[in-house]
């Protein structure tokens, strides 16, 4: 078979006659991952009645497979003429009834598990390939499985479920007025008798209904939840509006927030609110330096995640470019409706059964984005995004920076807390 299409040759004597034809073809990309193509030929001129070969690349796994023979000769040794061929274990494996000196066989695979090439499907549940597993049931990287009792899932596998020590009552003691004598007693209280919390690390917080320790929110470093923090890290300090950690400004050291040029001075690029001001750029700040602010263009764009949150059946990413041109965002067709045409988002790997993907502008911050990843289900399994400008805005307002860089990054539902509209929103604007 060529580019131009099939080509035959036919090669024939005087003792020989050529009464048919048959050509078998399969057509496909080669650029298709995990497809393995072949051809096992046979032509020692030594007679067998068995043979096996395994192809240079494992097929055990394959889901998808076509083979089959192109050509024998058989040496009829008064035997039935019958010659087979199969995959078996992942290997091909032919037998004759009568020995034979050459053998032609074609093998076609298309491999990497049993879902392997299933979009969207690619969850191998009870012989059935599903987009989700079902409802109380896990993922775990093969399969979906069920934690068994005073099991719960972590994650990633099923582990015993952690029950609290119960405490030992502080013993109280009490005075009589009359006699002067006191008396101890045990008190008991509901906490007492339910179990202590266990301890959790630090900046963690003990999740009752997922029984293990998860994330504080950003900045702080203790909390009772996922909601509001009791102390703050260095560098934030406590917002009693929202019961969270807010990032100090001016102090000249960046986590969270736009800028921070080392004070709280509009005009200089960085705001008194630490937001970057319009025709600005600003760079090199962290959490040991501030930022330095010039009227320059970055010679590249720059990606920064600042945090995950997880609703019910999505997943809502922040995330920071360091620069966008202003034309751009006062574009009325190009930045129409949040901008979420602005940036390229893509799922490449593990859970890709989102339904949709959508990334805003956030007009009250400098170059922040809201990247809502709606599965329009739960549970959530690990997947990875890819996040870049979108191609076709480059040329039109990016000449001269380079946009080649990508975030990327990976997103574990299972270590997210379930929260509120109410509480995602006010978190982005903070």
Not at 155 to 179: D, M, Y
Not at 352 to 381: H, L, Q, W
Request: hydrophobic letters at 30%.
């Amino acid at each position: 078979m060529t580019k131009q299409g099939i080509s035959v040759l036919i090669s024939s004597t005087s003792a020989t006659q050529v009464h048919s034809i048959f050509v078998s073809y399969v057509v496909y990309d080669p650029n298709i991952q995990n497809l393995v193509a072949g051809n096992y030929v046979y032509n020692k001129y030594v007679a067998s009645k068995s043979l096996q070969f395994t192809p240079p690349i494992g097929v055990s796994n394959n889901n998808v497979a076509f083979h089959g023979f192109n050509g024998f000769i058989i040496n009829n040794d008064k035997c039935d003429i019958a010659v087979s061929g199969g995959l078996s274990k992942g290997n091909l494996t032919f037998s004759a009834s009568s020995n034979f000196y050459y053998l032609s066989y074609n093998y076609f695979f298309l491999i990497g598990g049993p879902c392997g090439q299933c979009v969207g499907f690619n969850i191998n549940y009870n012989g059935n390939c599903v987009a989700s597993c079902p409802p109380s049931s896990y993922f775990n990287g093969v399969t979906c499985i069920t934690c068994s009792t005073g099991q719960v899932w972590n994650g990633s596998s099923c582990v015993a479920i952690v029950v609290p020590p119960t405490p030992t009552p502080a013993p109280t003691t009490t005075t009589n007025s009359s006699t002067g004598s006191s008396s101890s007693s045990s008190s008991s209280s509901s906490s007492s008798s339910s179990g202590s919390v266990p301890s959790c690390p630090g900046a963690t917080y003990w999740d009752g209904q997922q029984l293990r320790c998860l994330p504080c929110p950003a900045g702080c470093s203790s909390c009772p939840d996922c909601y509001s923090c009791n102390t703050c890290s260095a560098g934030f300090f406590l917002n009693s509006a929202t019961s969270l950690c807010s990032e100090v400004c001016g102090d000249g050291r960046r986590f969270v927030l736009p800028c921070d040029d080392g004070n709280t001075v509009d005009g200089d690029g960085c705001s008194s609110k630490c937001q970057i001001e319009s025709g600005f750029f600003c760079a090199g700040g962290s959490p040991a330096s501030k930022d330095t602010c010039s009227k320059s263009t970055p010679k590249a764009l720059a990606f920064s995640s600042s945090g995950q949150s997880h609703e019910w059946g999505r997943i809502i990413l922040n995330v920071r470019v360091n620069f966008l041109p202003l034309a751009l965002i006062q574009s009325a067709s190009d930045c129409s409706n949040s901008c979420k045409d602005v940036l390229s988002v893509r799922i490449v790997s593990g859970d890709t059964s989102a339904v949709s993907i959508v990334a805003r502008y956030i007009p009250t911050t400098s170059y922040s984005f809201s990247v809502v990843v709606d599965f329009m289900k739960e549970p959530i399994g690990l997947f990875t995004v890819q996040i870049g400008i979108n191609p076709n805005l480059v040329s039109k307002y990016f000449s001269g920076i380079d946009v080649s860089n990508r975030l990327t990054v990976n997103v574990n539902p299972a270590f997210l807390s379930l929260a509120t509209n109410s509480n995602i929103q006010e978190n982005l604007q903070n």
